[in-house]
């Protein structure tokens, strides 16, 4: 591809989205029209495949910061008569076009074969499986419009957002196929969450356990239970840490981040009523807000 055929394309224009947009815009039309036009969707539509290739080469320059402000310059140059004269020089300290935009997407410029194109799709994944890994078994249509099947592993421990590539399984090319890029993303977990290499959960008690204290069963993402002790007088929101519980990634382990959540009844009645009337009396005469109003004044 020579570098006026890169720089004559308005990337915005593929994309449907204003010069302006933001990074999160951009993403946004992307991924909604990468749903609408992706091969297993279309099965064998050429111009929707062609579509798809161009807008995925749209979005691999505009989603990166440089290559879009390279790219930006580069339009702007060449909307005032193209690369040429003093303009050109001044802003790139000279050098051929040619070799100028090679330098500047990475490549994505060159003289003989070219390899082919590199393509993205994209993944739902499990929370689970983004903890421990898995193989994503993919169907997806070539540039030629055939199917193939695609296994794809998912490293432990990726995050929502996160890309694997998968090498040799893009566009066809004169000098070899280029790459597949999976984007990943990772359905919530009703209750587990992840906070860097470790992983969150919210233990609820009752008013008893935070105040006497209580040896409680938690789950782990492993599937067994750990035991955490509640220590008596244990606050609400108080974080309990059990090591090692969390994601395994490389060489690094995280921790289970265990969050005491007191559960206030809804209902008090009969004894319990008794006994919690009893109980108020008792500790009638600790003042909880003793300094409150003060600090409302500072």
Avoid: C, W
């Avoid at 720089?7 to 749903?35: C, M, P, Q, S, W």
């Amino acid at each position: 591809m020579a570098a006026k055929d890169l720089y004559e394309k308005d990337f915005y224009k593929v994309l449907g989205v204003d010069k302006k947009a933001a990074t999160d815009e951009i993403k946004k039309k992307y991924r909604a029209l990468a749903r609408d036009l992706h091969p297993d969707k279309t099965k064998g539509d050429a111009a929707k495949e062609e579509k798809f290739k161009a807008v995925s080469e749209a979005y691999e320059i505009l989603s990166d910061a440089k290559k879009r402000a390279d790219y930006d310059e580069a339009r702007s140059l060449f909307e005032r008569g193209g690369f040429q004269g003093g303009d050109f020089h001044d802003v790139f300290g000279g050098g051929n076009p040619q070799d100028i935009f090679a330098s500047l997407f990475g490549g994505a410029v060159r003289r003989g074969p070219r390899k082919g194109q590199d393509l993205q799709t994209e993944a739902t994944i499990t929370f689970r499986e983004s903890v421990f890994g898995t193989t994503l078994d993919l169907r997806l249509a070539t540039d030629r419009g055939q199917a193939q099947n695609i296994s794809a592993r998912v490293p432990t421990g990726v995050n929502d957002g996160a890309k694997i590539r998968v090498k040799g399984k893009g566009a066809a090319g004169e000098a070899g196929p280029g790459d597949l890029f999976i984007q990943l993303h990772v359905k919530p977990h009703p209750i587990f969450s992840r906070k860097g290499e470790n992983l969150t959960i919210t233990l609820p008690v009752t008013f008893a356990e935070a105040a006497l204290g209580a040896d409680i069963k938690v789950p782990t993402m492993a599937g067994d239970d750990v035991t955490v002790r509640i220590a008596p007088g244990t606050p609400n929101g108080r974080t309990l840490r059990v090591k090692g519980r969390g994601i395994v990634k490389g060489s690094t382990t995280g921790d289970l981040l265990v969050t005491v959540e007191v559960q206030v009844p809804q209902r008090v009645d009969g004894k319990a009523l008794d006994a919690l009337k009893t109980f108020a009396e008792e500790t009638a005469s600790e003042d909880v807000r003793s300094d409150f109003v003060s600090k409302a004044k500072i």
